[in-house]
């Protein structure tokens, strides 16, 4: 999500046309005017820049940008992991009921991301893994990359050795990797619809990190591959089998331009209320809203919280045919372009309703204000965490997940009482 929000008081047209030049030649396109000040959508690399100490840029209290400085820490899929990583080991340490862990080391509560390596850094240990289940199949995705490119299935350790002489590193013990690389355990039992994967992509707001405040948007989709899943070995090449992006499935036999291969979010509830249950649903969707929220606290830490920062993330999740939800990866520029008439009503009413919290009533930025929105001005947003009402109301806690519930979110309806309960998290 890329905007600048900044006031500008033109002299001349022929000023104003240079400096929109200037603007779009540093990966700034405006989208909006009024007449004391305009919007601009602001690329990631533009963001580094503006931030940057070498470029000397300082942004006024009325301009906001629409990532923090170090959005990375969570949108880098190595750094991502790592810092969720980190986040449980901490817990451990200060004995949290939220870190513990089954008879077989497996947390809980904080087991939402698939079994992860960095490569070349981490072989050794992947080596080990590999060995404890040889059959298993793992997926390498480049750390820095987007809508699938350079993503490949594996189930052989052969395999690696090829992407190693390919990519020309000497040593997986070095760090002279050209490329840095992740390498996940693969969901192979994935939960279909009409025999076909697919995965969600949930549009999350955050206006702070310290304290934590983030929106849930509910407009979110599902993205289905167009050819059907098979776990067969023999199919580990076709991409169109295997991953969900749409800059991938638009270019298969198979693509429908129509609907785009897409289901909204309320479709997919509706479908699992009636082949699942209400009851399983609504866990479902709680345990989406908590992987969420510790995905965020796990970087929030170490987010650096400029006053002038919000950003909306795309958050990927898989289900899997047990209906457990994994957390794939957050992106920080979710594409805003439309392959369907639905997907331009979508991402209209996204970036209207993201404006509208990150500039309430249309008025001039400034980012000393409290970035606390009035609810009228929501839209399809809705509070998934609040810190600082939490500890305000003295409610903040962690949250132990009682057999048959899951933690939800404030306001969220026990399961096994069927009484609205206020939950929470610290």
């Not at 995965?199 to 059907?228: A, E, H, I, N, Q």
């Not at 997940?401 to 069927?418: E, F, H, I, L, N």
């Given at each position: 999500?890329?905007?600048?929000?900044?006031?500008?008081?033109?002299?001349?047209d022929i000023?104003?046309?240079?400096?929109?030049?200037?603007?779009?030649?540093?990966?700034?396109?405006?989208?909006?005017?009024?007449?004391?000040w305009?919007?601009?959508w602001?690329?990631?690399?533009?963001?580094?820049?503006?931030?940057?100490?070498?470029?000397?840029?300082?942004?006024?209290?009325?301009?906001?940008?629409?990532?923090?400085?170090?959005?990375?820490?969570?949108?880098?899929?190595?750094?991502?992991?790592?810092?969720?990583?980190?986040?449980?080991?901490?817990?451990?340490?200060?004995?949290?009921?939220?870190?513990?862990?089954?008879?077989?080391?497996?947390?809980?509560?904080?087991?939402?991301?698939?079994?992860t390596?960095?490569l070349?850094?981490?072989y050794?240990?992947?080596?080990?893994?590999?060995?404890k289940?040889?059959?298993?199949?793992?997926?390498?995705?480049?750390?820095?990359?987007?809508q699938?490119?350079?993503?490949?299935?594996?189930?052989?350790?052969?395999?690696i050795?090829?992407?190693?002489r390919?990519?020309?590193?000497?040593?997986?013990?070095?760090?002279?990797?050209?490329?840095?690389?992740?390498?996940?355990?693969?969901?192979?039992?994935?939960?279909?619809?009409?025999?076909k994967?697919?995965?969600?992509?949930?549009?999350?707001?955050?206006s702070?990190?310290?304290p934590l405040?983030c929106?849930?948007?509910?407009?979110?989709?599902?993205?289905?591959?167009?050819?059907k899943?098979?776990p067969?070995?023999?199919?580990?090449?076709?991409?169109f089998?295997?991953?969900?992006?749409?800059?991938?499935?638009?270019?298969?036999?198979?693509?429908?331009?129509?609907?785009?291969?897409?289901?909204?979010?309320?479709?997919?509830?509706?479908y699992?209320e009636?082949?699942?249950?209400?009851?399983?649903?609504?866990?479902?969707?709680d345990?989406?809203?908590?992987?969420?929220?510790?995905?965020?606290?796990?970087?929030?830490?170490?987010?650096?919280?400029?006053?002038?920062?919000?950003?909306?993330?795309?958050?990927?999740?898989?289900?899997?045919?047990k209906?457990?939800?994994?957390?794939?990866?957050?992106?920080?520029?979710?594409?805003?372009?439309?392959?369907?008439?639905?997907?331009?009503?979508?991402?209209?009413?996204?970036?209207?309703?993201?404006?509208?919290?990150?500039?309430?009533?249309?008025?001039?930025p400034?980012?000393?204000?409290n970035?606390?929105?009035?609810?009228?001005v929501?839209?399809?947003?809705?509070?998934?965490?609040?810190?600082?009402?939490?500890?305000?109301?003295?409610?903040?806690?962690?949250?132990r997940?009682?057999?048959?519930?899951?933690?939800?979110?404030?306001?969220?309806?026990?399961?096994?009482?069927?009484?609205?309960?206020?939950?929470?998290?610290?």
């Amino acid at each position: 999500f890329r905007i600048m929000a900044g006031k500008v008081k033109w002299v001349t047209d022929i000023e104003k046309s240079v400096l929109i030049n200037n603007f779009e030649k540093r990966g700034w396109i405006q989208v909006a005017e009024n007449e004391d000040w305009n919007f601009y959508w602001m690329s990631v690399q533009t963001i580094r820049n503006v931030f940057s100490v070498e470029t000397g840029y300082r942004l006024s209290d009325d301009q906001i940008v629409n990532h923090f400085p170090n959005h990375y820490e969570l949108t880098r899929k190595d750094l991502m992991v790592k810092n969720i990583k980190r986040y449980r080991k901490e817990l451990e340490k200060e004995g949290s009921p939220l870190a513990e862990k089954d008879e077989n080391g497996k947390y809980i509560y904080l087991d939402f991301v698939p079994v992860t390596f960095m490569l070349p850094a981490d072989y050794n240990l992947f080596v080990e893994e590999f060995r404890k289940n040889p059959s298993s199949t793992w997926i390498m995705k480049p750390c820095g990359k987007a809508q699938g490119k350079g993503i490949f299935l594996i189930n052989k350790l052969s395999q690696i050795k090829k992407w190693s002489r390919d990519s020309k590193t000497s040593s997986f013990v070095s760090q002279s990797s050209k490329e840095a690389y992740v390498i996940s355990l693969y969901i192979n039992n994935p939960l279909l619809i009409g025999g076909k994967k697919f995965d969600l992509r949930l549009y999350v707001l955050v206006s702070t990190y310290r304290p934590l405040r983030c929106y849930m948007y509910k407009l979110g989709f599902c993205r289905f591959c167009t050819v059907k899943y098979t776990p067969s070995t023999s199919e580990l090449d076709n991409m169109f089998v295997h991953l969900t992006n749409v800059a991938i499935q638009k270019h298969g036999d198979d693509y429908n331009h129509i609907h785009g291969g897409k289901w909204t979010v309320s479709n997919l509830r509706l479908y699992l209320e009636s082949t699942r249950g209400k009851e399983v649903t609504n866990k479902l969707f709680d345990e989406i809203h908590w992987i969420i929220v510790q995905s965020l606290k796990a970087v929030a830490p170490v987010m650096n919280n400029d006053k002038h920062c919000f950003e909306c993330y795309g958050y990927d999740i898989i289900i899997d045919d047990k209906l457990k939800p994994w957390l794939i990866e957050v992106n920080a520029s979710p594409s805003l372009t439309s392959s369907t008439a639905n997907d331009r009503i979508l991402k209209y009413n996204l970036i209207n309703d993201t404006l509208n919290i990150a500039v309430p009533n249309g008025e001039i930025p400034d980012c000393k204000w409290n970035k606390s929105p009035p609810k009228e001005v929501l839209g399809n947003y809705e509070v998934l965490y609040d810190e600082e009402m939490a500890q305000s109301d003295g409610t903040d806690r962690d949250l132990r997940a009682r057999p048959g519930q899951s933690p939800g979110v404030k306001g969220s309806r026990a399961r096994d009482s069927g009484k609205p309960v206020l939950t929470t998290w610290k």
